[in-house]
């Protein structure tokens, strides 16, 4: 990991808050293990090993700092700091715990999978002047807007679509900007786009899918060779 490089630092930000009822666990989803390990310690270690990243806050839930201080590998880099209801009020708590970045990458715990290739290319396109930069898949899916009825009202042309993923980097002036309004959003790169702002795609990797659903863990636990995958 590089020591900490002054008015460059790349602060990586953990939501691990979620409650993680679409898993159907009975700890909040970042603490489900996967392979045997919990989601938030794979997504850290994987921060770690991508070499691009001065310094780490994870958000968790209140009752839950201890235990993921006790998990987390104990480093000076690496900080706890309790969460909010909704995504956007844990981002906007890990920034507030990391007000001097220059960077931020907002990285989702439940994308425990994550290559660290693809964080230190996400933060490789930072350094070069992109001020916002989101890992994004083709879908695969055709995807149609519908109403509150369930009636279709539309179908994008899906060539034009993208899945986005995490690590999702910032300039930290653009993040703390796009902050600085009280809105939610389901990623942060919404919340730049509303600003106005540019956001560069870089190609994503399947490694990346979010760990949500009890097949996902599955997924996840398989690829790790773990036989909670197999059954
Ligand atoms: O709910 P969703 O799957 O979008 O959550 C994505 C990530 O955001 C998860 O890692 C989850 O723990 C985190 N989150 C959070 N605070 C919340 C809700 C979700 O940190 N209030």
């Given at each position: 990991m590089p020591e900490p490089s002054g008015d460059a630092s790349v602060v990586a930000l953990v939501p691990a808050?979620?409650?993680?009822?679409?898993?159907?666990?009975?700890?909040?989803?970042a603490f489900v293990a996967v392979g045997g390990v919990p989601m938030v310690r794979l997504a850290v270690?994987?921060?770690?090993?991508?070499?691009?990243?001065?310094?780490?806050v994870v958000?968790?839930?209140?009752?839950?700092?201890?235990?993921?201080?006790?998990?987390?590998p104990p480093s000076?880099?690496?900080?706890?700091?309790?969460?909010?209801?909704?995504?956007?009020?844990?981002?906007?708590a890990g920034i507030a715990a990391a007000p001097n970045a220059?960077?931020?990458?907002?990285?989702?715990a439940a994308r425990a999978l994550t290559p660290p290739a693809l964080i230190a290319r996400v933060a490789a396109e930072l350094r070069a002047g992109h001020p916002a930069v989101v890992p994004a898949l083709p879908v695969v899916d055709t995807i149609k807007s519908v109403d509150?009825?369930?009636?279709?009202?539309?179908?994008?042309?899906?060539?034009?679509?993208?899945?986005?993923?995490?690590?999702?980097?910032?300039a930290a002036d653009l993040l703390r900007a796009a902050y600085a309004a009280d809105l939610v959003a389901t990623d942060d790169a919404a919340l730049v786009e509303r600003l106005g702002a540019r956001v560069r795609t870089i190609s994503g990797d399947p490694?990346?899918?979010?760990?949500?659903?009890?097949?996902?863990?599955?997924?996840?636990?398989?690829?790790?060779?773990?036989?909670?995958?197999l059954s």
């Open positions: 808050a979620g409650r993680g009822v679409r898993l159907g666990a009975d700890a909040p989803k270690d994987g921060l770690l090993a991508s070499g691009a990243v001065d310094r780490i958000m968790v839930p209140p009752e839950f700092v201890a235990g993921a201080v006790a998990l987390l000076d880099s690496v900080d706890v700091v309790v969460g909010g209801a909704e995504r956007t009020d844990s981002v906007r220059s960077y931020y990458l907002v990285h989702d509150a009825e369930g009636v279709v009202t539309g179908t994008p042309e899906r060539a034009r679509l993208r899945a986005i993923q995490t690590p999702q980097g910032f490694l990346a899918f979010k760990i949500t659903t009890p097949l996902d863990l599955r997924l996840a636990n398989t690829l790790l060779g773990h036989p909670a995958g």
